[in-house]
Structure formats: structure tokens, C-alpha cells
């Protein structure tokens, strides 16, 4: 499975952006495919998830009420689009997909796309 994640960006505080992971290879219908970040300093940080096989998200604290991850079955791609961006947002994100076990840790996760970097000024 590879992974390849895109569409990251410098944006001003309050704009959006959205990121790409297009899927190759192999896949699960009962992959859960995330999307996890990392700033600076600190410890990767789980954002959102879907399954394959449902459209049922699950967010993390970081996209409640401002993200949106979605995919696209025809395309291989899952999304993240993320609105009011604030600089706090600023990290590298990954897409990851894996078993999901668990869910919002990165050991659930067994591949991994290369990061995009998000850069949000105040």
C-alpha cells in the first residue's frame, strides 16, 4: 500500500485548505483510513479517520466542528478539508491507513504517506 498525501500549503488564520492522500496498491475494504499531525516538539497527533467500507468518520479533538475527512472510492483518495484554520494548526500532516486498532493511535496504522506541511499565520 502506498500513500501519497498533498495539498498542504501556507494559509492565514481563518482560511481553509484541503488535503489529498491518493491510495495505491493493495487494499482493505476494512481499512480505516486517518489523518494524523505532528508540530514541532511534539508527540504525532491523531485528527480523523474513515473506513473504506463506510462513511462513517470518526474526529479527533483537532477536527471537531472544523474538519471534514471524506473519500472517494472511484478516485482512491481520501480528503481532509479544514475550515477556520488557526495557527495552532500548523504541523506536518499524514495519511496513514491500517486496521485501526486502535483507532486513535499511530500503532493502529501500519503504512503511512510522506506528510504535507501546513503552515497557518496569525
Known amino acids: 500500500v502506498q500513500l501519497q498525501a498533498s495539498g498542504g500549503g501556507l494559509v492565514q488564520a481563518g482560511g481553509s485548505l484541503r488535503l489529498s492522500c491518493v491510495v495505491s496498491?493493495?487494499?482493505?475494504?476494512?481499512?480505516?483510513m486517518g489523518w494524523f499531525r505532528q508540530a514541532p516538539g511534539k508527540e504525532r497527533e491523531f485528527v480523523a479517520a474513515?473506513?473504506?467500507?463506510?462513511?462513517?468518520?470518526w474526529n479527533g479533538d483537532p477536527a471537531k466542528g472544523r474538519f471534514t475527512i471524506s473519500r472517494d472510492d472511484e478516485k482512491s483518495t481520501v480528503y481532509l478539508q479544514m475550515k477556520s484554520l488557526k495557527p495552532e494548526d500548523t504541523a506536518v500532516y499524514y495519511c496513514?491507513?491500517?486496521?485501526?486498532?486502535?483507532?486513535?493511535?499511530?500503532?493502529?496504522?501500519?503504512?503511512w504517506g510522506q506528510g504535507t506541511q501546513v503552515t497557518v499565520s496569525s
Open positions: 496513514a491507513a491500517g486496521a485501526g486498532v486502535p483507532l486513535t493511535s499511530r500503532i493502529g496504522y501500519d503504512y
Open positions: 496498491g493493495r487494499t482493505f475494504s476494512s481499512y480505516v
Open positions: 474513515i473506513r473504506w467500507s463506510s462513511n462513517s468518520p
